[in-house]
């Protein structure tokens, strides 16, 4: 469980991270392509905390 919590977050600084970087680019192409990437990284934390709901005890 420890595993995925620290997956958990990290995937959630990643959204930021790339969140970020779509808001600061110059170039139209990597704004929109950092902004696909944080909503992947959203919706892959969003699978990971139900994932971690479903198994807990």
Partial sequence: MKNMQ????KLRIEAEECELISKLATSPTKK???AKLAAHHRTLTDEVERTIRATKP
């Fill in 6 to 9: 620290a997956r958990l977050e």
């Fill in 32 to 34: 929109e392509l950092f």
